[in-house]
């Protein structure tokens, strides 16, 4: 069974940054796709960037420029710098994963992925 934990979330204003951490126990050197979503009240889950394991990357356009997906494999955690955020940004993100050697690796299809996180809630006031 694969764990992952995310951390990180919290409460900014408009234009801060928030940095999102997300702990895995598989180890990132393998073929797995990771990925960040996000979910607002009464929303179905939003995919925002992921990440493949050869290093490719896939952006929401709506994050594109103020997001930036990134891992360190020696420690088996994805990365989810937030910049610029704005109040539509809010809501709970979530870190999941899936075997790339499945299906794509895009943020574009929350049902791939097969392992998700806890979620940690991110806040922004306008």
């Known amino acids: 069974q694969v764990h992952l934990s995310e951390s990180g979330g919290g409460s900014v204003q408009a234009g801060g940054s928030l940095r999102l951490s997300c702990v895995a126990s598989i180890d990132l050197r393998g073929n797995y796709c990771m990925g960040w979503f996000r979910q607002a009240p009464g929303k179905g889950p939003e995919g925002v960037a992921a990440i493949d394991s050869d290093g490719s990357i896939i952006y929401a356009d709506s994050v594109k420029g103020r997001f930036t997906i990134s891992q360190n494999i020696a420690q088996n955690t994805i990365y989810l710098q937030m910049n610029n955020l704005k109040p539509e940004d809010a809501g709970m993100y979530f870190c999941?994963?899936?075997?790339?050697?499945?299906?794509?690796?895009?943020?574009?299809?929350?049902?791939?992925?097969?392992?998700w996180g806890q979620g940690t809630r991110v806040t922004v006031a306008s």
């Open positions: 999941a994963a899936h075997s790339s050697s499945l299906r794509p690796c895009t943020p574009s299809s929350s049902s791939a992925f097969t392992f």
